[in-house]
């Protein structure tokens, strides 16, 4: 069964440095999206991806994040200098279209020390 | 605001038991409503997708209803296994929009 995957699955990196988050979304799929769950919290929308461009972001993707699709099959999320705040759990998903069912991937949990 | 709200945070059955899951939002007008399955340190699985027209749907021993004159869905988890424990969201796409807002979850728990 085809399945979004991510990589790394755990990643450690001090305050300040660049960290380059991975995704193979399924191959079929035509919106790819990232969320972030910190410890404890609930799921939140960071951003959506359709056609090579963003599609939607929320007010927690700011300047220091940004999202490529470099290849056909990988979906990246970059985040320039990362804050503490930043540690959390982050979820890739795809879908088909436009609202149908979307498909997470295991997450990369990322720590900021 | 759009929210999503569930009871209880969390749940404890013995193997075999039914349960019911709540949810009430606020998002409105909304596309549909999904209920995930999240295992401790891994990503959500999509159970069920209800649109504003459906009252139920089943996924094997899952049922989901909606109530979207209400804004109330729950989800009916039959003959519960060992397997089934987890934390069940409850997640709702807006109207014209990709971001899914998502609740906080009850954490379910069963016990031989």
């Known amino acids: 069964e085809p399945e979004v995957t991510q990589t790394p699955s755990h990643q450690v990196t001090q305050m300040g440095q660049e960290v380059i988050l991975r995704c193979v979304p399924i191959s079929n799929h035509l919106y790819f999206y990232w969320y972030r769950q910190i410890l404890g919290q609930k799921v939140e929308f960071l951003v959506s991806f359709y056609n090579n461009e963003i599609s939607e972001k929320s007010e927690i993707f700011d300047d220091q994040f940004s999202v490529e699709r470099p290849d056909g099959s990988n979906f990246t999320l970059k985040i320039r200098s990362t804050k503490l705040e930043d540690s959390a759990m982050y979820f890739c998903a795809s879908s088909e279209a436009r609202g149908t069912e979307a498909f997470f991937g295991q997450g990369t949990r990322l720590t900021v020390v | 605001k759009n929210q999503v709200e569930q009871s209880p945070q969390s749940l404890i059955i013995l193997e075999g038991k039914n349960c019911t899951l709540q949810?009430?939002?606020?998002?409105?007008?909304?596309?549909?409503l999904r209920w995930y399955k999240q295992d401790t340190g891994r990503g959500p699985v999509s159970l069920t997708i209800?649109?504003?027209?459906?009252n139920t749907k089943s996924n094997g021993r899952y049922t989901a209803t909606l109530d979207a004159d209400t804004k109330q869905s729950s989800l009916h988890i039959t003959a519960s296994q060992l397997s089934d424990s987890a934390s069940y969201i409850c997640v709702v796409l807006a109207y014209n929009t990709d971001k899914l807002i998502f609740g906080t979850g009850t954490r379910l728990q069963v016990f031989p």
């Open positions: 209800m649109t504003f027209s459906e």
């Open positions: 949810c009430n939002y606020t998002v409105s007008p909304f596309s549909n």
